[in-house]
């Protein structure tokens, strides 16, 4: 450790110990206390006064012998470090404080000290060990990110794989500190980043192999409830691609006397209680078990029960396991058995029969069971558990032995049992792990008990701390080693480091004499015991050995001074256990057993039969091979000790250890208890001690531990520099600093890019740095507080000055104010008074007139109210008279009504009596004569005919009516007229007296109309004052109504506005929540299509591996299965498609003859591809049988019509065949005349007339080629008016094909159809009678005959065609159906196969390929001969012809002239033909399909088409050619160009993928050539922005919405590897560029750092800085732009980019404490806005680029606002709206002050933080996902270009297409 006098610095201890220095005292609870110096420290003082944190003065006394001084405290900036080393002060208090701070405060578990990760068991679930967190650290230098245990894995890997030697990852500590969990992690990145998907079963299995081995190994303890009673080495093995390919477990020391005892609070192993827990299963019947309570074995610890664990579901993990791992059912309940049986065996109560003999009772239950169970006899197993053998030299004799013998005879058996059970599992699993090919390299993972020591310590506990002396001695030297290494490096005097070296301790275990040796030979000894052992070890070692004492009150024990701590071992039983013997004969009874697995397992046991022998020796089978054993070997063998075994183990495991690069994690248990993030200070102090944590410091502090490259040191302290001393040269600078810094040389060395500092250096320069900070804070301080107070001063004497100002003014307008107030108040009082008496009397004068004017008024309404009073009694009088005599007459009337309504209601109920009593008589009437319905019926057909008689007659009766009723309207109509002349006569009279009357009458009513209308008159005048007083009310209500009506109004306005408002945010939410849904959608989708894509790529390569390793040649190019794309009908077997299909079927049949495993590893995945392939089959034969439906029905609707022509096609055939014969006859005639004029010699080949003859040939064949293009116009021209000609009139358009069809098909002999034949040969031709003459040469004539000779080619060739397509597709679905039998046979028999065992197995699969190969040679064979028939039957042919055309040849030769030859020459045979106009189309020939694509996408260069080409050229030359092919209704050629084209870009952005500019340029091609075929589609969506002419280019025969969907989805796919491509290229500069660089130079200041340096692992391979970025995005840009990319889709590339820069930056800074500053927040802020200067720059603003920084602005933000108080909170909480909770904790708890000034987060600010964000909604995961793509889309973007504009330029080597 670091003493007082060696950490203080070239200062005197009495200027480092001053006032206010802090420093660390020892204390009994907290080990350490923190205290401050109260008085300076001067030389020669004894006590120091000091004050400790919580206020309390004490006075510490120094060491009167040693006079050291406490430790001091490092600076609170350097506390919380990634890495110990980093401390200035390095001893144990400053290790525990950094600790612990990081444990309790920040929540972080994992710490390096130098070479060393500490781990901290948080006893809590964190979010630290997603794939997102692997990924994180995949690839990163260990020294760039916080600790972690990823962090030792990929330094492993990373070294494993740059410097080709195996790496080791030593885990230890005690009990419970999380060992197993910290090894679990590991293997786990190993398989996750060594990229070998197919391989990552073999990590499942590693996996799969912890609960089998936890449940064997593992029991709970007073200190852990899943402690691994055995330590356990895995080697994960590597190929040379450094993939996972297998795994190999070795184990060590199994604590077996568990099996038979177990302490208070403790269980055996969890099997015994997960098969007491599954008893109940009906597998488990036959165990005969029952609880854990009932056995002995497991009761005695008397808690069978933990917390949380449900033993039957542990159970049924552990029995999946075991299938995961190969081993079968059948094995699986063995095993229990054995299991099952150890636990009667257990119950087996042995009792004394004398002193010195024992017996078993008979019929013993447990024992029936045992024997039951393990298949012995009951007899055997119960005489030798009371017996012994025992063999002289002459006899053998048997001995009985006491009951305790007899019980310890039985536990050791017992325990011998479950070794080899514990053996043989272990075996298995090591089988199942096994590398199926050679390994390369491995990576060791040990996990292996830490330091032990307890208050009774036996035999394991002196062989687990024997191992850890030798780790701890490994470890050391590797320390000594690392730090030697880097001093030479650097080249700085290197001087002996002195550290403790336990080799003596090592030699007292294990040397000649050692504690090992003496109990070896001990065990040798006929009657050896603990005893006598004990006094060896007094008499050999007590006086020699320092190490070795004795107990003073204990003669059976003895103490060794181990590194870690003095251990006091109990001598007795170490024997016992070290000889581990067991009884010979019960181990015959047990292999004479029925079980075969029992027997299995101790058929070895003439080997080893020490069960120690397997399981406490190590599992060395797969790396080391065991010794052939030799006979008469075994009983020494059987000799060997677990001791000796032990040794040897341990000497193997630290042999490959020295072999491999060591990486130390070192797992550390915080407390007793269990209590998450709770640090017991004792308990971690002792651990660290024991681990070797605090001996690493004590080298690191013994040489030079602070470590500086010369640029941080100047970076950090500049401001303890002049101007004047900053030089060019860095490290001159550095030095000349130094030495005037420090003025001892002793405390620093200057190394080749370092500067080292011995311990305390640093602290003493951050103190000189922080003084010198502190004086010009305090300058600053000074010059601005003087600013402020003078300027508060001048702010205070100006308000001064304008307040007297204002004052003064306010009180001379007070006084203004009262002076014109007094004089007017006089004013006032003067019109008062007046106004007062001229009002009084008014008043009276009013009054008096008011009271004359009632008086007056209520005498003369007197005088009227008697006069009225009179007039109203007289006139109520007269009614009332009247009235009185009407009520007596109305009463009369009444009476006599009632009396007439009385008598008449008598009479008529006399009545209804007479009525009741005559319907009585009728029913009776009707019950006596039933019968009378005979007579009714006969009597209704009387009244039937009667009523049809009277029908008769009253028709007779109308027909007279109506006669009789038209006279009558006449007679009527002359009466009527009479009548109107009499009445007229008889009103004239009434008229003259009605007149008089009426007049007398009117008189009358004008008498009562006039006192009617004076009474009206007075109540229209009262009426009118009411009406007017409503109207004035009713205005008032109006107006009242108005206001309330306005209110409402304005409020039914608001509510509409607000409901508008509502509605639009719901509108808007419901939208943007679609949006995300279908984003979410088409995300969904394209990760389908990426995963499609990638197991597409897989089966490829997979594929192409078998292919390479059964050396199968290429047969042409390879075709990737990606061509099967969503159209189901592309059924295009070009000769490509053929070979890449036969090739793989070849493949296949290779790979059915290799290892079966392959098989089953792909089983899954050939599943996957029979169901699609089944799925496309079942789709083509639909289309299939459509199309076959709708060529049936259109042949049925055309046979009728198609008859008349088919006979029309014959006669015109028969005509061309006699035209045939006569041009025959005439080539004929021309041969012979050619015989007959010329010798042999003319008809040579190399003669004129044979080259005129060839030239004129050659003439005609492009003659032929131009006429067939002809054609197919024609044809074209002719289909196009057959459709229109179908939709026009019949009469108008049809006459003459239908007539001529009529006609021909009523003629009914062939005479009349020839004769009509040649009249309508007559008639269609022209006026001219004959063709010959049309014109002098007669070419009309040529072309004719031409045209019908192609006709009849083209149609021929159409024909055979269709009838090879017929036959391809009939030996198709032969082929189809064939597979389709062998892939269900093959799954037969796989699902047969994997139902036997693996002996079996293996060979069921070797008799169906041997049979499987035969069947195909027979096949073969059968085709061969089928061949050979064929070769041999065209040789005959060849030679026939052969010869023939030797003879024509001879014959031609003889026949040519010279005179002929020149004639010929001289006659030129070319037709002229007019010029077209360019259509927009590319015409090529189907053999020049390979030769398009090969140009145009294989091997065409982007770089030269970007620079000088139009961007999408390609895409256009590829559609110009789709729509000749669609011109011409060629389907075959349109399906085989988009195949061709699809396959052909997938091809080469397979070989090129990782080309930016490859993938950029083929993502704008087909984008515009999906633009292309929906702008020409002929859609009237996609036709909005065309010109006509473009209309008139759209495709006019195929819809192509199926092949725009599959090159949408190639679009994406594309996308996708367009952003990997990016993402590979922007990755390595993001962090550099965005988080390490300084673009602000100055701002981040350089903390120290520890032993983990930046870059420790790898060269530096250059920084990237955010220019680079910058530079980076710009040429991405320049490149789409030049491809002529979309701009939408340019938008989504870069928001694509800016994600990734943001989630890659914020991940990097959640998992590195060192940037996470207020300085470092400052940095990314800048970073970040010169990002979103470069997108303003684009136009790029509105692409949502800058939204997805958003997360990372936001913690650059929190870095930097102040963290104090609950205000700060709530404005974290309200601003960090983009980060998760996680995410804000994680940068609070790693905030690190960078300055002394700067303040840490408090705890309890954290937790307010949490406190108010625990109700937000969020995920819990810390890491932005950087795989996240977001959906992309391709808007539809028409082009304005012109196809018939476009050229091609010849650099392409297009030549062979043709523009029409």
Same mark, same amino acid.
């Given at each position: 450790?670091?003493?007082?006098?060696?950490?203080?610095?070239?200062?005197?201890?009495?200027?480092?110990?001053?006032?206010?220095?802090?420093?660390?005292?020892?204390?009994?609870?907290?080990?350490?206390?923190?205290?401050?110096?109260?008085?300076?420290?001067?030389?020669?003082?004894?006590?120091?006064?000091?004050?400790?944190?919580?206020?309390?003065?004490?006075?510490?006394?120094?060491?009167?012998?040693?006079?050291?001084?406490?430790?001091?405290?490092?600076?609170?900036?350097?506390?919380?470090?990634?890495?110990?080393?980093?401390?200035?002060?390095?001893?144990?208090?400053?290790?525990?404080?950094?600790?612990?701070?990081?444990?309790?405060?920040?929540?972080?578990?994992?710490?390096?000290?130098?070479?060393?990760?500490?781990?901290?068991?948080?006893?809590?679930?964190?979010?630290?060990?997603?794939?997102?967190?692997?990924?994180?650290?995949?690839?990163?230098?260990?020294?760039?990110?916080?600790?972690?245990?990823?962090?030792?894995?990929?330094?492993?890997?990373?070294?494993?794989?740059?410097?080709?030697?195996?790496?080791?990852?030593?885990?230890?500590?005690?009990?419970?500190?999380?060992?197993?969990?910290?090894?679990?992690?590991?293997?786990?990145?190993?398989?996750?980043?060594?990229?070998?998907?197919?391989?990552?079963?073999?990590?499942?299995?590693?996996?799969?192999?912890?609960?089998?081995?936890?449940?064997?190994?593992?029991?709970?303890?007073?200190?852990?409830?899943?402690?691994?009673?055995?330590?356990?080495?895995?080697?994960?093995?590597?190929?040379?691609?450094?993939?996972?390919?297998?795994?190999?477990?070795?184990?060590?020391?199994?604590?077996?006397?568990?099996?038979?005892?177990?302490?208070?609070?403790?269980?055996?192993?969890?099997?015994?209680?997960?098969?007491?827990?599954?008893?109940?299963?009906?597998?488990?019947?036959?165990?005969?078990?029952?609880?854990?309570?009932?056995? !002995?074995?497991?009761?005695?610890?008397?808690?069978?029960?933990?917390?949380?664990?449900?033993?039957?579901?542990?159970?049924?993990?552990?029995?999946?396991?075991?299938?995961?791992?190969?081993?079968?059912?059948?094995?699986?309940?063995?095993?229990?058995?054995?299991?099952?049986?150890?636990?009667?065996?257990?119950?087996?109560?042995?009792?004394?029969?004398?002193?010195?003999?024992?017996?078993?009772?008979?019929?013993?239950?447990?024992?029936?069971?045992?024997?039951?169970?393990?298949?012995?006899?009951?007899?055997?197993?119960?005489?030798?558990?009371?017996?012994?053998?025992?063999?002289?030299?002459?006899?053998?004799?048997?001995?009985?032995?006491?009951?305790?013998?007899?019980?310890?005879?039985?536990?050791?058996?017992?325990?011998?049992?479950?070794?080899?059970?514990?053996?043989?599992?272990?075996?298995?699993?090591?089988?199942?792990?096994?590398?199926?090919?050679?390994?390369?390299?491995?990576?060791?993972?040990?996990?292996?008990?830490?330091?032990?020591?307890?208050?009774?310590?036996?035999?394991?506990?002196?062989?687990?701390?024997?191992?850890?002396?030798?780790?701890?001695?490994?470890?050391?030297? !590797?320390?000594?080693?690392?730090?030697?290494?880097?001093?030479?490096?650097?080249?700085?005097?290197?001087?002996?480091?002195?550290?403790?070296?336990?080799?003596?301790?090592?030699? %007292?275990?294990?040397?000649?004499?050692?504690?090992?040796?003496?109990?070896?030979?001990?065990?040798?000894?006929?009657?050896?015991?603990?005893?006598?052992?004990?006094?060896?070890?007094?008499?050999?070692?007590?006086?020699?050995?320092?190490?070795?004492?004795?107990?003073?009150?204990?003669?059976?024990?003895?103490?060794?001074?181990?590194?870690?701590?003095?251990?006091?071992?109990?001598?007795?039983?170490?024997?016992?256990?070290?000889?581990?013997?067991?009884?010979?004969?019960?181990?015959?009874?047990?292999?004479?057993?029925?079980?075969?697995?029992?027997?299995?397992?101790?058929?070895?046991?003439?080997?080893?039969?020490?069960?120690?022998?397997?399981?406490?020796?190590?599992?060395?089978? %797969?790396?080391?091979?065991?010794?052939?054993?030799?006979?008469?070997?075994?009983?020494?063998?059987?000799?060997?000790?677990?001791?000796?075994?032990?040794?040897?183990?341990?000497?193997?495991?630290?042999?490959?250890?020295?072999?491999?690069?060591?990486?130390?994690?070192?797992?550390?248990?915080?407390?007793?208890?269990?209590?998450?993030?709770?640090?017991?200070?004792?308990?971690?102090?002792?651990?660290?001690?024991?681990?070797?944590?605090?001996?690493?410091?004590?080298?690191?502090?013994?040489?030079?531990?602070?470590?500086?490259?010369?640029?941080?040191?100047?970076?950090?302290?500049?401001?303890?520099?002049?101007?004047?001393?900053?030089?060019?040269?860095?490290?001159?600078?550095?030095?000349?600093?130094?030495?005037?810094?420090?003025?001892?040389?002793?405390?620093?060395?200057?190394?080749?890019?370092?500067?080292?500092?011995?311990?305390?250096?640093?602290?003493?320069?951050?103190?000189?740095?922080?003084?010198?900070?502190?004086?010009?804070?305090?300058?600053?301080?000074?010059?601005?507080?003087?600013?402020?107070?003078?300027?508060?001063?001048?702010?205070?004497?100006?308000?001064?000055?304008?307040?007297?100002?204002?004052?003064?003014?306010?009180?001379?307008?007070?006084?203004?104010?009262?002076?014109?107030?007094?004089?007017?108040?006089?004013?006032?009082?003067?019109?008062?008074?007046?106004?007062?008496?001229?009002?009084?009397?008014?008043?009276?004068?009013?009054?008096?007139?008011?009271?004359?004017?009632?008086?007056?008024?209520?005498?003369?309404?007197?005088?009227?109210?008697?006069?009225?009073?009179?007039?109203?009694?007289?006139?109520?009088?007269?009614?009332?008279?009247?009235?009185?005599?009407?009520?007596?007459?109305?009463?009369?009337?009444?009476?006599?009504?009632?009396?007439?309504?009385?008598?008449?209601?008598?009479?008529?109920?006399?009545?209804?009596?007479?009525?009741?009593?005559?319907?009585?008589?009728?029913?009776?009437?009707?019950?006596?004569?039933?019968?009378?319905?005979?007579?009714?019926?006969?009597?209704?057909?009387?009244?039937?005919?009667?009523?049809?008689?009277?029908?008769?007659?009253?028709?007779?009766?109308?027909?007279?009516?109506?006669?009789?009723?038209?006279?009558?309207?006449?007679?009527?109509?002359?009466?009527?007229?009479?009548?109107?002349?009499?009445?007229?006569?008889?009103?004239?009279?009434?008229?003259?007296?009605?007149?008089?009357?009426?007049?007398?009458?009117?008189?009358?009513?004008?008498?009562?109309?006039?006192?009617?209308?004076?009474?009206?008159?007075?109540?229209?005048?009262?009426?009118?004052?009411?009406?007017?007083?409503?109207?004035?009310?009713?205005?008032?209500?109006?107006?009242?109504?108005?206001?309330?009506?306005?209110?409402?109004?304005?409020?039914?306005?608001?509510?509409?506005?607000?409901?508008?408002?509502?509605?639009?945010?719901?509108?808007?939410?419901?939208?943007?929540?679609?949006?995300?849904?279908?984003?979410?959608?088409?995300?969904?989708?394209?990760?389908?299509?990426?995963?499609?894509?990638?197991?597409?790529?897989?089966?490829?390569?997979?594929?192409?591996?078998?292919?390479?390793?059964?050396?199968?040649?290429?047969?042409?190019?390879?075709?990737?299965?990606?061509?099967?794309?969503?159209?189901?009908?592309?059924?295009?077997?070009?000769?490509?498609?053929?070979?890449?299909?036969?090739?793989?079927?070849?493949?296949?049949?290779?790979?059915?003859?290799?290892?079966?495993?392959?098989?089953?590893?792909?089983?899954?995945?050939?599943?996957?591809?029979?169901?699609?392939?089944?799925?496309?089959?079942?789709?083509?034969?639909?289309?299939?049988?459509?199309?076959?439906?709708?060529?049936?029905?259109?042949?049925?609707?055309?046979?009728?019509?198609?008859?008349?022509?088919?006979?029309?096609?014959? %006669?015109?055939?028969?005509?061309?065949?006699?035209?045939?014969?006569?041009?025959?006859?005439?080539?004929?005639?021309?041969?012979?005349?050619?015989?007959?004029?010329?010798?042999?010699?003319?008809?040579?080949?190399?003669?004129?007339?044979?080259?005129?003859?060839?030239?004129?040939?050659?003439?005609?064949?492009?003659?032929?080629?131009?006429?067939?293009?002809?054609?197919?116009?024609?044809?074209?021209?002719?289909?196009?008016?057959?459709?229109?000609?179908?939709?026009?009139?019949?009469?108008?358009?049809?006459?003459?094909?239908?007539?001529?069809?009529?006609?021909?098909?009523?003629?009914?002999?062939?005479?009349?159809?020839?004769?009509?034949?040649?009249?309508?040969?007559?008639?269609?031709?022209?006026?001219?009678?004959?063709?010959?003459?049309?014109?002098?040469?007669?070419?009309?004539?040529?072309?004719?005959?031409?045209?019908?000779?192609?006709?009849?080619?083209?149609?021929?060739?159409?024909?055979?065609?269709?009838?090879?397509?017929?036959?391809?597709?009939?030996?198709?679905?032969?082929?189809?159906?064939?597979?389709?039998?062998?892939?269900?046979?093959?799954?037969?028999?796989?699902?047969?196969?994997?139902?036997?065992?693996?002996?079996?197995?293996?060979?069921?699969?070797?008799?169906?390929?041997?049979?499987?190969?035969?069947?195909?040679?027979?096949?073969?064979?059968?085709?061969?001969?089928?061949?050979?028939?064929?070769?041999?039957?065209?040789?005959?042919?060849?030679?026939?012809?052969?010869?023939?055309?030797?003879?024509?040849?001879?014959?031609?030769?003889?026949?040519?002239?010279?005179?002929?030859?020149?004639?010929?020459?001289?006659?030129?045979?070319?037709?002229?033909?007019?010029?077209?106009?360019?259509?927009?189309?590319?015409?090529?020939?189907?053999?020049?399909?390979?030769?398009?694509?090969?140009?145009?996408?294989?091997?065409?260069?982007?770089?030269?088409?970007?620079?000088?080409?139009?961007?999408?050229?390609?895409?256009?030359?590829?559609?110009?050619?789709?729509?000749?092919?669609?011109?011409?209704?060629?389907?075959?050629?349109?399906?085989?160009?988009?195949?061709?084209?699809?396959?052909?870009?997938?091809?080469?952005?397979?070989?090129?993928?990782?080309?930016?500019?490859?993938?950029?340029?083929?993502?704008?091609?087909?984008?515009?050539?999906?633009?292309?075929?929906?702008?020409?589609?002929?859609?009237?969506?996609?036709?909005?922005?065309?010109?006509?002419?473009?209309?008139?280019?759209?495709?006019?025969?195929?819809?192509?919405?199926?092949?725009?969907?599959?090159?949408?989805?190639?679009?994406?796919?594309?996308?996708?590897?367009?952003?990997?491509?990016?993402?590979?290229?922007?990755?390595?500069?993001?962090?550099?560029?965005?988080?390490?660089?300084?673009?602000?130079?100055?701002?981040?200041?350089?903390?120290?750092?520890?032993?983990?340096?930046?870059?420790?692992?790898?060269?530096?391979?250059?920084?990237?800085?955010?220019?680079?970025?910058?530079?980076?995005?710009?040429?991405?840009?320049?490149?789409?732009?030049?491809?002529?990319?979309?701009?939408?889709?340019?938008?989504?590339?870069?928001?694509?980019?800016?994600?990734?820069?943001?989630?890659?930056?914020?991940?990097?800074?959640?998992?590195?404490?060192?940037?996470?500053?207020?300085?470092?927040?400052?940095?990314?802020?800048?970073?970040?806005?010169?990002?979103?200067?470069?997108?303003?720059?684009?136009?790029?603003?509105?692409?949502?680029?800058?939204?997805? %920084?958003?997360?990372?602005?936001?913690?650059?933000?929190?870095?930097?606002?102040?963290?104090?108080?609950?205000?700060?909170?709530?404005?974290?909480?309200?601003?960090?709206?983009?980060?998760?909770?996680?995410?804000?904790?994680?940068?609070?708890?790693?905030?690190?002050?960078?300055?002394?000034?700067?303040?840490?987060?408090?705890?309890?600010?954290?937790?307010?933080?949490?406190?108010?964000?625990?109700?937000?909604?969020?995920?819990?995961?810390?890491?932005?996902?950087?795989?996240?793509?977001?959906?992309?889309?391709?808007?539809?973007?028409?082009?304005?270009?012109?196809?018939?504009?476009?050229?091609?330029?010849?650099?392409?080597?297009?030549?062979?297409?043709?523009?029409?």
């Amino acid at each position: 450790m670091e003493k007082g006098h060696d950490s203080s610095s070239s200062m005197a201890a009495s200027e480092l110990y001053t006032k206010f220095a802090r420093v660390w005292i020892p204390d009994a609870e907290e080990v350490w206390k923190s205290a401050e110096l109260t008085k300076n420290y001067k030389h020669g003082d004894k006590l120091l006064h000091l004050t400790l944190e919580d206020g309390t003065n004490i006075e510490y006394n120094l060491d009167e012998k040693t006079k050291n001084l406490p430790h001091l405290r490092n600076p609170d900036i350097l506390v919380g470090e990634n890495d110990l080393t980093a401390l200035s002060y390095l001893h144990e208090p400053a290790v525990l404080h950094n600790l612990k701070v990081r444990f309790t405060d920040s929540k972080l578990i994992y710490t390096y000290c130098g070479i060393v990760l500490v781990a901290i068991n948080p006893y809590e679930n964190l979010p630290i060990y997603g794939s997102d967190i692997i990924n994180a650290y995949s690839g990163q230098n260990m020294g760039d990110m916080d600790p972690h245990i990823f962090a030792v894995a990929e330094e492993a890997y990373k070294q494993m794989a740059r410097d080709e030697r195996n790496q080791s990852i030593i885990v230890s500590g005690e009990s419970g500190a999380g060992k197993t969990v910290s090894a679990k992690y590991a293997m786990r990145y190993f398989a996750t980043v060594s990229g070998a998907a197919t391989e990552a079963n073999v990590e499942e299995k590693v996996l799969a192999s912890n609960p089998i081995m936890e449940a064997i190994g593992n029991a709970k303890t007073t200190r852990n409830d899943n402690s691994s009673r055995f330590g356990k080495y895995i080697e994960i093995g590597f190929d040379k691609r450094y993939r996972i390919i297998g795994a190999n477990m070795r184990t060590y020391l199994l604590e077996k006397s568990r099996v038979v005892f177990q302490a208070d609070e403790e269980r055996n192993y969890h099997i015994f209680y997960q098969l007491c827990a599954s008893s109940h299963l009906p597998e488990f019947k036959n165990l005969k078990l029952g609880g854990a309570d009932d056995f !002995h074995c497991t009761n005695q610890g008397g808690s069978p029960v933990i917390d949380g664990v449900d033993d039957s579901k542990e159970m049924s993990t552990t029995r999946n396991a075991f299938s995961l791992l190969g081993i079968n059912e059948q094995n699986q309940m063995g095993l229990f058995q054995v299991l099952a049986a150890i636990l009667h065996l257990g119950n087996v109560e042995i009792k004394d029969r004398d002193s010195d003999s024992s017996a078993i009772p008979p019929n013993n239950r447990h024992l029936q069971v045992f024997c039951e169970l393990m298949g012995v006899t009951y007899q055997d197993m119960s005489h030798w558990l009371c017996h012994k053998k025992l063999k002289t030299a002459q006899e053998t004799y048997i001995k009985p032995i006491p009951r305790m013998q007899a019980s310890n005879a039985r536990d050791a058996l017992a325990k011998h049992i479950y070794a080899k059970v514990f053996s043989w599992i272990v075996d298995h699993v090591n089988q199942s792990l096994r590398a199926s090919v050679k390994q390369h390299s491995f990576i060791g993972v040990l996990d292996i008990y830490g330091f032990e020591t307890f208050e009774v310590n036996s035999f394991e506990q002196f062989c687990i701390n024997y191992a850890n002396e030798k780790l701890q001695q490994q470890f050391n030297m !590797h320390v000594f080693k690392l730090e030697q290494e880097e001093y030479l490096k650097e080249q700085i005097p290197w001087t002996l480091i002195d550290f403790y070296d336990n080799q003596p301790c090592i030699n %007292l275990i294990e040397a000649k004499m050692g504690v090992l040796d003496l109990l070896d030979e001990e065990c040798k000894m006929p009657k050896g015991s603990d005893d006598s052992w004990a006094q060896k070890l007094y008499n050999t070692h007590l006086k020699t050995c320092t190490l070795f004492e004795k107990p003073r009150m204990s003669n059976k024990a003895f103490i060794i001074q181990h590194f870690a701590d003095k251990v006091e071992y109990q001598c007795e039983g170490f024997l016992e256990k070290n000889k581990d013997t067991v009884n010979e004969e019960q181990i015959n009874v047990l292999k004479a057993s029925k079980l075969d697995l029992l027997v299995e397992l101790f058929q070895d046991e003439e080997k080893a039969t020490s069960p120690t022998g397997t399981t406490t020796g190590g599992r060395t089978r %797969l790396s080391v091979k065991p010794k052939e054993v030799r006979p008469g070997a075994s009983s020494k063998e059987h000799k060997k000790t677990v001791g000796c075994q032990f040794r040897n183990s341990l000497a193997m495991l630290m042999e490959t250890l020295n072999a491999t690069t060591p990486h130390y994690v070192r797992c550390i248990k915080p407390n007793d208890l269990k209590f998450p993030f709770t640090f017991d200070p004792k308990r971690a102090v002792q651990q660290l001690r024991a681990c070797g944590v605090l001996e690493t410091i004590r080298i690191s502090a013994a040489g030079f531990p602070s470590r500086w490259t010369y640029q941080e040191f100047f970076s950090r302290y500049r401001v303890l520099m002049k101007q004047k001393d900053v030089l060019s040269d860095r490290r001159l600078t550095c030095r000349n600093v130094l030495e005037k810094l420090v003025q001892d040389q002793d405390k620093y060395q200057f190394g080749k890019t370092k500067i080292f500092f011995r311990a305390g250096q640093v602290a003493y320069l951050e103190k000189l740095r922080a003084d010198k900070l502190r004086q010009a804070c305090v300058r600053i301080q000074k010059t601005i507080r003087c600013w402020l107070v003078r300027k508060k001063y001048l702010r205070k004497k100006h308000a001064a000055m304008t307040i007297q100002r204002y004052t003064r003014g306010h009180q001379a307008r007070c006084l203004v104010k009262f002076m014109r107030r007094t004089r007017a108040a006089i004013v006032i009082q003067k019109f008062q008074r007046m106004y007062v008496q001229r009002k009084l009397y008014r008043q009276k004068q009013a009054a008096a007139l008011v009271m004359q004017t009632i008086l007056r008024a209520y005498m003369a309404r007197q005088k009227y109210q008697g006069l009225l009073r009179n007039h109203k009694a007289v006139f109520i009088q007269k009614h009332v008279r009247g009235w009185l005599a009407r009520q007596r007459y109305k009463r009369s009337l009444r009476a006599i009504v009632y009396l007439q309504c009385c008598i008449r209601r008598m009479k008529a109920k006399k009545e209804l009596k007479k009525l009741k009593i005559e319907a009585r008589s009728v029913e009776h009437f009707k019950k006596l004569n039933v019968g009378m319905e005979n007579k009714i019926m006969q009597l209704q057909r009387k009244i039937d005919e009667q009523t049809k008689d009277n029908r008769l007659i009253s028709e007779r009766l109308n027909g007279l009516e109506t006669s009789h009723a038209l006279e009558s309207e006449k007679l009527k109509i002359e009466v009527s007229k009479l009548k109107g002349i009499e009445e007229e006569a008889k009103n004239n009279a009434n008229r003259v007296t009605s007149l008089l009357e009426e007049l007398e009458r009117l008189r009358k009513d004008l008498t009562t109309t006039q006192k009617e209308k004076k009474t009206i008159e007075d109540w229209a005048t009262k009426y009118r004052d009411e009406m007017e007083q409503m109207v004035a009310e009713l205005k008032e209500e109006n107006g009242l109504l108005k206001t309330e009506k306005n209110d409402l109004n304005r409020m039914i306005k608001e509510q509409s506005q607000q409901m508008t408002e509502k509605m639009a945010r719901a509108l808007a939410e419901e939208t943007h929540q679609l949006e995300s849904d279908l984003n979410e959608e088409r995300s969904r989708y394209q990760n389908l299509l990426t995963e499609h894509l990638r197991l597409e790529e897989r089966y490829d390569d997979l594929k192409e591996e078998i292919t390479l390793s059964v050396n199968v040649p290429k047969a042409g190019h390879r075709r990737t299965d990606s061509t099967h794309s969503s159209n189901g009908s592309e059924c295009t077997y070009n000769s490509e498609f053929a070979e890449s299909e036969e090739s793989s079927r070849h493949g296949e049949d290779v790979t059915r003859g290799m290892d079966t495993s392959l098989t089953l590893k792909l089983q899954k995945r050939v599943t996957e591809l029979e169901q699609e392939k089944s799925s496309l089959r079942n789709e083509l034969e639909n289309r299939e049988e459509q199309f076959q439906r709708a060529r049936a029905r259109d042949d049925e609707e055309h046979r009728k019509s198609r008859g008349a022509e088919l006979e029309y096609e014959s %006669l015109k055939r028969q005509e061309l065949d006699s035209e045939n014969k006569k041009l025959k006859h005439d080539l004929t005639a021309m041969r012979q005349s050619l015989l007959g004029n010329a010798g042999a010699e003319a008809g040579a080949p190399g003669s004129a007339p044979y080259k005129v003859l060839v030239d004129q040939l050659n003439t005609l064949c492009e003659e032929l080629e131009v006429r067939k293009e002809e054609v197919l116009i024609l044809r074209s021209q002719l289909v196009s008016q057959k459709e229109a000609m179908q939709h026009k009139d019949e009469k108008e358009t049809m006459t003459e094909p239908l007539h001529y069809a009529e006609d021909v098909h009523n003629m009914k002999d062939s005479g009349a159809i020839t004769q009509a034949y040649l009249s309508l040969k007559e008639t269609n031709r022209s006026p001219t009678a004959d063709f010959h003459r049309l014109n002098e040469d007669g070419e009309l004539w040529l072309v004719y005959e031409g045209l019908k000779e192609t006709n009849r080619l083209l149609e021929g060739q159409m024909q055979q065609q269709r009838r090879s397509y017929d036959n391809d597709v009939e030996v198709l679905r032969g082929e189809l159906q064939s597979l389709k039998e062998e892939n269900n046979r093959q799954q037969q028999l796989l699902a047969q196969n994997l139902q036997l065992p693996p002996e079996a197995r293996i060979e069921a699969s070797l008799q169906h390929e041997i049979t499987r190969l035969t069947n195909e040679n027979l096949d073969l064979m059968e085709q061969l001969e089928k061949q050979d028939k064929t070769i041999r039957k065209l040789k005959k042919q060849l030679k026939v012809f052969s010869k023939k055309i030797g003879e024509m040849g001879a014959g031609q030769g003889e026949s040519v002239s010279p005179g002929q030859m020149v004639e010929e020459t001289v006659r030129p045979v070319n037709i002229p033909r007019r010029e077209k106009d360019f259509q927009g189309m590319l015409e090529y020939k189907q053999e020049d399909e390979l030769k398009l694509v090969k140009n145009l996408i294989l091997e065409l260069k982007p770089r030269g088409v970007a620079v000088n080409l139009i961007p999408g050229l390609p895409a256009y030359i590829l559609f110009m050619c789709l729509r000749h092919a669609d011109y011409v209704n060629d389907d075959q050629k349109v399906r085989t160009l988009l195949t061709s084209t699809i396959n052909s870009i997938k091809k080469i952005l397979k070989k090129r993928g990782d080309d930016f500019e490859t993938v950029s340029f083929w993502l704008s091609n087909t984008c515009r050539f999906l633009h292309c075929l929906k702008q020409y589609s002929g859609d009237e969506s996609f036709m909005k922005h065309n010109t006509p002419k473009q209309n008139e280019h759209c495709l006019s025969n195929f819809d192509l919405a199926e092949y725009r969907q599959v090159l949408s989805d190639l679009a994406i796919q594309i996308y996708q590897q367009l952003i990997k491509c990016m993402e590979n290229i922007l990755q390595p500069m993001i962090v550099s560029g965005m988080l390490e660089h300084e673009t602000i130079q100055g701002v981040s200041g350089v903390k120290p750092t520890g032993l983990r340096k930046r870059t420790s692992s790898i060269a530096d391979e250059g920084t990237y800085t955010l220019e680079s970025i910058l530079r980076q995005l710009s040429a991405f840009h320049s490149t789409m732009c030049q491809h002529g990319t979309d701009p939408e889709l340019i938008k989504q590339v870069v928001k694509q980019q800016f994600y990734i820069i943001g989630a890659v930056t914020l991940n990097n800074l959640l998992l590195r404490k060192d940037m996470c500053s207020w300085s470092k927040g400052m940095q990314i802020r800048y970073n970040v806005s010169q990002l979103e200067e470069w997108l303003r720059d684009k136009s790029l603003m509105m692409c949502g680029a800058k939204e997805t %920084l958003e997360p990372l602005i936001q913690a650059a933000q929190l870095l930097q606002v102040k963290k104090k108080t609950d205000e700060d909170a709530e404005a974290i909480c309200s601003l960090c709206n983009c980060l998760s909770t996680a995410q804000i904790v994680k940068v609070l708890n790693l905030y690190t002050p960078v300055n002394e000034f700067e303040e840490r987060v408090s705890v309890a600010f954290i937790r307010t933080i949490q406190t108010r964000l625990r109700d937000r909604c969020e995920t819990p995961q810390l890491l932005m996902d950087t795989k996240v793509i977001y959906p992309v889309t391709f808007p539809f973007n028409p082009s304005s270009l012109a196809l018939e504009s476009i050229q091609i330029p010849g650099s392409l080597n297009l030549g062979f297409l043709t523009r029409v």
